[in-house]
């Protein structure tokens, strides 16, 4: 099994504005997608907030039978996939199935694998991400689950395209990307311990999509799971835009798992405490930094904490 990431965007959504740019050879689908508008699936609710979007598709999605799921909210994304027939969209449609492309020689995911579409807390942002899920499936609705929260166990993810909301993964501050990557490196530590992992099976980035301010963060997150076990491989890609070239390896560092656990333990719930030492540490600078007297952790430091185990009583 490989666990593919893919930080999520919208160029999707304005492909699907604009079909006819990817689908030349299509017209006939083209026309049923300008008629249809998939990426309006929520925007013409009236839902344009993430909480109401988080809302729709955690009902949508929910397995059948089960009290949250809504049975119309399910046929109405199973009739748009039906007719809009994302299983066979081409990979140029988004730059999340481009990239999953040119690495893995296929826009389809395996069953076999585990791909985790990061989204942002948007309406934009999830539908996106709900429509490159359905294509990377196939098609196949079956395949989907929805994580309106990161924290949130994954049971038996094998096969499965799983949409995972990240709060404050667009946020233009530090307290938003605080939060967001709490939430993904409890993300990334409920992947590692997930039903039916195996500790020599990879991990893959794909960080072409969505904000740009973030791929520092997710590169983070792939740094802090290649630290913890230095044997699995962790590799990250981005797409250059302007090119049909292969897909571009980022390069990833690999951080002592001991010297992690040994500098980020010992925070309080408000990141603090206090400075024991004068010398430079591995990780000042990155996973906390001075002030006041005190070092307070950055948001990698967040994130590093949550991914390795040691989130505070309370935190967890």
């Known amino acids: 099994m490989t666990v593919h990431v893919i930080s999520v965007g919208v160029s999707l959504r304005d492909s699907l504005a604009d079909p ?12 049923v997608i300008e008629d249809l508008a998939p990426q309006r699936l929520l925007a013409d609710k009236g839902i344009i907030d993430g909480d109401g979007a988080s809302a729709w598709l955690s009902s949508a999605l929910a397995t059948p039978g089960s009290p949250e799921r809504d049975d119309a909210a399910a046929g109405e994304v199973a009739d748009l996939s039906v007719r809009t027939r994302p299983g066979v969209w081409p990979d140029s449609m988004s730059a999340e199935l481009g990239t999953f492309a ?6 389809l995911l395996s ?5 985790v579409l990061v989204c942002s807390d948007t309406s934009d942002g ?10 990377l499936a196939g098609g196949d609705l079956g395949r989907l689950n929805y994580l309106p929260v990161p924290e949130r166990a994954l049971g038996q993810p094998r096969g499965q395209a799983i949409l995972a909301r990240v709060r404050g993964l667009n946020a233009g501050d530090e307290r938003g990307f605080r939060q967001a990557m709490r939430g993904l490196g409890q993300l990334g530590h409920n992947l590692l311990q997930a039903d039916g992992a195996d500790p020599a099976e990879p991990f893959k980035f794909y960080l072409s999509g969505g904000f740009k301010a973030a791929i520092p963060y997710l590169i983070g997150v792939a740094e802090g799971l290649r630290s913890i ?4 491989s962790v ?4 797409l250059h835009e302007a090119t049909k070239s292969e897909a571009i390896r980022l390069p990833l560092r690999h951080l002592l798992s001991s010297r992690v656990r040994q500098e980020l333990s010992d925070f309080g719930k408000a990141g603090r405490k206090d400075i024991e030492r004068d010398v430079p540490a591995l ?12 070092w307070q952790l950055t948001a990698f430091g967040e994130g590093l ?12």
């Not at 999830?126 to 294509?135: D, E, P, T």
């Not at 990780?283 to 005190?294: A, I, T, V």
């Not at 904490?305 to 967890?316: N, S, T, V």
Request: charged share 25%; aromatic share 8%; proline share 5%.
């Open 102 to 107: 040119r690495v893995q020689g296929t826009g």
């Open 126 to 135: 999830l539908v996106s991400g709900l429509w490159n899920s359905v294509a």
């Open 235 to 238: 590799t990250a890609y981005v």
């Open 283 to 294: 990780l000042e600078g990155y996973g906390y930094e001075r002030e006041g007297g005190m």
């Open 20 to 31: 006819g740019k990817s689908l030349r050879d299509r017209p006939e689908l083209v026309q």
């Open 111 to 115: 069953r076999a694998d585990i791909a």
């Open 229 to 232: 076990d230095p044997k699995r």
């Open 305 to 316: 904490r949550a991914m390795f185990g040691l989130l505070p009583e309370g935190l967890q």
